[in-house]
């Protein structure tokens, strides 16, 4: 799940961007309205969530969430902010924020007010994705072979295996190329190397044991998913 991250303080966006990265979420973290503004401009549909400082350098996380309402993005935003008077909160929440934190906050709560937008989301996914003998519980970030049966296999997942693996199964008989993938689990600038993506996949196959081939190479296209029988 991608997060915009928009604050301005370099302790705090690394911090919250740390914790996020934790829980499995990819975040792009920028330090100023305009430049979360060509973000959106030109991705707004990868995110999932967004995340807005309210006083930032340039635009603030009050006029970027005018600019999305303007252009019917309903895309769920939690508004950070030092301002803690009633009247403040109003104003935050009717230019369509759809949550409000003040600061300073614990990261837990950031992370249950995240959970709770998320919900709310198109992009929110389920705890469980099974195809046939293969399971993915996004609770545990684990794969299971087998659920429930005497042979049931856990196997354990890097972080990006298993976004792979869930971004995979929840696309199951489709072509991914190499560029979507990387927009699902690499964030923008990060400049992963050219073969990131099919060394990846390697690492992944490898752990899936005889179930590999369910991971089918299309040359020249990308990668596709076949589920299990």
């Known amino acids: 799940m991608r997060v915009l991250l928009v604050e301005d303080e370099p302790d705090l966006g690394r911090a919250v961007k740390r914790v996020l990265t934790q829980e499995a979420y ?21 995110y999932a ?8 350098p340039g635009i603030t996380g009050v006029e970027l969430c005018q600019w999305l309402r303007s252009r019917q ?9 030092a301002r803690d008077k009633v009247e ?5 929440l009717d230019s369509g924020a759809d949550d409000y934190l003040v600061k300073p906050f614990s990261m837990a709560e950031l992370l ?3 959970r709770a937008l998320s919900r709310r989301s198109p992009e929110f996914k389920p705890a469980q994705v099974q195809s046939g003998p293969l399971m993915l519980d996004c609770d545990r970030r ?8 005497p042979v049931e296999q856990p196997i354990e997942l890097t972080q990006k295996e298993f976004l ?4 995979l199964m929840e696309h199951p008989n489709q072509i991914l190329t190499r560029e979507q993938v990387l927009n699902q689990l690499w964030e923008f600038g990060g400049e992963p190397s050219s073969n990131v993506v099919a060394a990846q996949m390697r690492l992944l196959r490898r752990k899936l044991g005889e179930y590999d081939a369910s991971i089918e190479t299309v040359y020249g296209m990308g990668y596709r998913f076949s589920p299990l029988e």
Do not use: K
């Open 142 to 149: 684990i794969a299971i072979l087998h659920p429930g049966e």
């Open 88 to 92: 403040d909160r109003i104003a935050g």
């Open 112 to 114: 249950a007010r995240l």
């Open 49 to 56: 969530l967004c995340v807005f400082d309210w006083m930032l």
């Open 164 to 167: 792979l693996l869930r971004y």
């Open 26 to 46: 990819v975040v792009d973290w920028v330090q100023s309205g305009d430049e979360a503004l060509s973000f959106l401009e030109q991705n707004a549909s990868l």
């Open 73 to 81: 993005r309903s895309l769920p935003v939690l508004l950070l902010t």
